[in-house]
């Protein structure tokens, strides 16, 4: 067997594996930057109190999502001037300097998903795709957090959080066409500015936010990463006998 035969019967396994091993990612866009027209415009912040407090986020606006398998996009909420949704965190307790441990709770929500994409300023004009009310009211995204930090310095920083578990609502999904996973491997990210006098363990708030990203990619089943690694062996070992035999 060719090489190049080989190497497209690898493609064609691929191409053929479950879609709980090759399936699409969310990336959920927080889009609050001066590049943006609603900057912060629902007075977002991110803050620690000091001591065991959690670290919490409030009203961080979120401007669409997107699935990067396709690269197709849609705005939560509908409009080019009311058009985003609202992120919300709580960590669990900060476990020294701002480090937060598991707890808490992360949310996203929207009146509606832009899909049908006619910017109408409301939401249920058109076809618009709204939350299936299972995760709560308007909410697309929820999930727990396993940990979080905050990092950075002269300031200029950045909020990262694992999250633990995650859900999206059905109706988001199906938008997409995508068939619900067991698991989700997700995680978060803001960017956030705060005086440079403040020094790591300090309590803080910052309402002049950055931008930053909720992604989310399926987690593969492990029968199914089974049953693609037995192909992908099996597979190579056909094209090793064609190599030894030829």
């Known amino acids: 067997m060719s090489v190049k035969r080989g190497l ?17 990612t969310l990336d959920f866009t927080i889009c609050i930057t001066s590049t943006c027209s609603n900057a912060n415009a629902l007075g977002g912040t991110i803050s620690y109190a000091g001591g065991a407090s ?4 409030t009203n961080i606006v979120v401007d669409s999502v997107t699935d990067t398998t396709t690269n197709v996009t849609y705005d939560l909420n509908d409009g080019t001037g009311t058009g985003f949704g609202v992120l919300s965190f709580t960590s669990g307790a900060n476990t020294g300097g701002w480090n937060f441990g598991a707890g808490g709770s992360i949310t996203i929500t929207a009146p509606c998903i832009d899909s049908d994409l006619d910017e109408a300023d409301f939401c249920g004009s ?5 939350a299936s009310g299972a995760l709560g009211a308007n909410t697309f995204l929820l999930g727990s ?13 950045n909020v990262a959080i694992v999250l633990g578990s995650d859900q999206k609502d059905i109706n988001m ?25 403040v020094k790591v363990g300090d309590a803080f708030t910052s309402s002049s936010l950055g931008s930053g990203d909720v992604v989310n990619t399926p987690t593969p089943e492990p029968s ?6 037995t192909g992908l062996l099996g597979l190579g070992g056909a094209i090793r006998r064609r190599i030894i035999g030829a």
Do not use: K, Q, R
């Not at 959690?54 to 986020?57: D, H």
């Not at 058109?126 to 709204?130: A, H, I, N, S, V």
């Not at 957090?145 to 920083?157: E, L, P, R």
């Open 8 to 24: 497209l019967l690898v493609a064609l396994a691929f191409a053929l594996a479950p879609l709980s091993v090759l399936a699409d």
């Open 54 to 57: 959690a670290l919490v986020g």
């Open 126 to 130: 058109g076809d618009d795709t709204l």
């Open 145 to 157: 957090i396993s940990s979080a930090s905050v990092v950075g310095n002269g300031g200029a920083f």
């Open 173 to 197: 999904l199906n938008l997409f066409g995508i068939t619900p996973p067991t698991g989700w491997d997700a995680g978060a990210n803001v960017s956030f500015s705060i005086s440079p006098t």
């Open 224 to 229: 199914s990463l089974l049953l693609l690694g």
